[in-house]
């Protein structure tokens, strides 16, 4: 593994061992796979589809508690890393706002004087490089180390080892079992925070909802987009699972829009314009609610499966799709993927979120700060 020591930076930013992609689309977009889990899709074929999924989804959830149990009861092997592990995760497939929540931590880091460094799986990268979400944290945390390797363990080693971090944020790490952690945060949509009551494929489960009781801390993401007395109705039902963990709400705003040149301009660019917006993110409905605070109008809309790899030939279609268009406008992980200004003449933007805590922000600094006091300062 060759690090890449970035300008302005005194240690190497990032170590990856490939992963693959086939970046094939899937029979259903992430929209339709939900209307069809959730129920929203009727008719027959609906029906079918759904008892063919439930039936499939038995084997899955069984290995889920399996696996878990292996782990509770000390038959499988935990790791440690020599150094604290804070873990971000979620319950449910799909984007719920982790990389925002990454960033806010590595921030808050960062202000202590700790070395941070981020480690994850790296799905979705192409052989010999990085996906989408690291390439977003670089641009977002030049900074902050991040090592990508499908084995964890060995790269929460270089981190600590090699890098000399003092600190990993494991991302996406909540069903990665093997490393240890110190604190384990997992992050809830709004939208579907119990992933429609079924594990994949069923629904949008990663694993049974009992796996809550491993949470330190779990954060409800876009919380603004319900009302307080449906955010407590979800309190209510995660602290059945999970009663000794803290609550965190949190809404996702949109600070600027950025494009490939790394220029940031004012929202109200966007403000009455005709906006042509896609994605490629594992929950799109949060992007277009996002897109419904800037007071512009969507004239077209399209999805890409998550972590899809832009090819010559959607930059072709999107060009020609988005001609009508004032301005494309797309997610930060998809722009760090594209890198172009413009498609087909007209600007492309994308949205930077950020999160502001709705509730509970001091419930993830006390846990953040226990850790951060008995970090090794050499």
């Given at each position: 593994?060759?690090p890449?020591?970035?300008?302005?930076?005194a240690h190497?930013?990032?170590v990856?061992?490939?992963c693959?992609n086939?970046?094939?689309?899937p029979?259903l977009s992430?929209?339709?796979?939900?209307?069809l889990?959730?129920?929203?899709?009727?008719?027959?074929?609906?029906?079918?589809l759904?008892?063919?999924?439930?039936?499939?989804?038995v084997?899955?959830a069984?290995a889920m508690r399996?696996r878990?149990?292996?782990?509770?009861?000390?038959k499988?092997?935990?790791h440690?890393?020599?150094?604290p592990v804070v873990s971000?995760?979620n319950?449910?497939?799909?984007?719920?706002?982790?990389?925002?929540?990454?960033?806010?931590?590595a921030?808050?880091l960062?202000?202590?004087q700790?070395?941070?460094?981020i480690v994850?799986r790296g799905?979705g990268?192409?052989?010999?490089g990085?996906?989408d979400?690291?390439?977003?944290?670089e641009l977002?945390?030049?900074?902050?180390p991040?090592?990508?390797d499908?084995d964890?363990v060995?790269?929460a080693?270089?981190?600590a080892?090699?890098?000399q971090m003092?600190?990993i944020?494991?991302?996406d790490?909540f069903?990665h079992?093997?490393?240890?952690?110190d604190l384990d945060?997992?992050?809830?949509?709004?939208?579907?925070?119990?992933g429609?009551?079924h594990?994949?494929p069923r629904?949008t489960?990663?694993?049974?909802?009992?796996?809550l009781?491993?949470a330190?801390?779990?954060?409800?993401?876009r919380a603004d987009?319900?009302d307080s007395s449906?955010r407590e109705?979800?309190?209510?039902?995660v602290t059945k699972?999970?009663?000794?963990a803290?609550?965190c709400?949190v809404e996702h705003r949109v600070?600027?829009?950025?494009n490939?040149?790394?220029q940031h301009?004012?929202?109200s660019v966007?403000?009455?314009?005709?906006?042509?917006?896609?994605?490629?993110?594992g929950n799109?409905a949060?992007f277009?609610y996002t897109l419904?605070?800037?007071g512009?109008?969507?004239i077209a809309?399209?999805e890409f499966?998550?972590h899809?790899?832009?090819?010559?030939?959607d930059v072709?279609s999107?060009?020609e799709w988005g001609?009508?268009?004032?301005?494309?406008?797309?997610?930060?992980?998809?722009?760090?993927?594209?890198r172009?200004?413009t498609?087909g003449?007209v600007?492309?933007w994308?949205?930077?979120?950020?999160i502001?805590?709705?509730?509970?922000?001091?419930a993830i600094?006390?846990?953040?700060?226990?850790?951060?006091t008995n970090?090794?300062?050499?």
């Amino acid at each position: 593994m060759q690090p890449i020591i970035p300008e302005n930076a005194a240690h190497p930013t990032k170590v990856s061992r490939s992963c693959s992609n086939s970046g094939e689309n899937p029979l259903l977009s992430p929209s339709e796979f939900r209307d069809l889990v959730s129920g929203r899709r009727t008719g027959v074929k609906a029906v079918a589809l759904r008892t063919a999924l439930r039936i499939a989804e038995v084997p899955y959830a069984l290995a889920m508690r399996y696996r878990n149990r292996r782990y509770a009861r000390g038959k499988a092997k935990i790791h440690d890393a020599g150094v604290p592990v804070v873990s971000v995760g979620n319950l449910t497939l799909g984007g719920t706002g982790k990389t925002p929540l990454v960033e806010w931590l590595a921030h808050k880091l960062r202000e202590s004087q700790i070395r941070v460094a981020i480690v994850s799986r790296g799905y979705g990268a192409r052989a010999g490089g990085y996906n989408d979400e690291a390439l977003e944290l670089e641009l977002a945390l030049p900074g902050v180390p991040h090592v990508q390797d499908p084995d964890r363990v060995a790269a929460a080693r270089v981190a600590a080892e090699e890098l000399q971090m003092q600190l990993i944020l494991l991302d996406d790490g909540f069903q990665h079992r093997r490393l240890k952690r110190d604190l384990d945060i997992v992050l809830l949509d709004a939208t579907e925070p119990f992933g429609f009551d079924h594990v994949f494929p069923r629904g949008t489960l990663r694993e049974p909802l009992a796996g809550l009781a491993r949470a330190d801390v779990i954060v409800l993401s876009r919380a603004d987009m319900l009302d307080s007395s449906e955010r407590e109705k979800i309190h209510a039902r995660v602290t059945k699972f999970a009663p000794q963990a803290g609550w965190c709400e949190v809404e996702h705003r949109v600070a600027a829009l950025l494009n490939s040149a790394g220029q940031h301009v004012d929202l109200s660019v966007l403000a009455d314009k005709r906006v042509a917006a896609f994605c490629g993110i594992g929950n799109p409905a949060g992007f277009r609610y996002t897109l419904a605070t800037l007071g512009c109008e969507i004239i077209a809309w399209r999805e890409f499966p998550d972590h899809h790899n832009y090819t010559r030939a959607d930059v072709a279609s999107l060009s020609e799709w988005g001609q009508n268009a004032d301005a494309i406008v797309c997610t930060r992980k998809d722009l760090v993927k594209l890198r172009v200004p413009t498609l087909g003449g007209v600007a492309l933007w994308a949205v930077e979120v950020e999160i502001g805590f709705v509730k509970g922000q001091s419930a993830i600094e006390n846990e953040l700060q226990k850790i951060i006091t008995n970090v090794d300062a050499d």
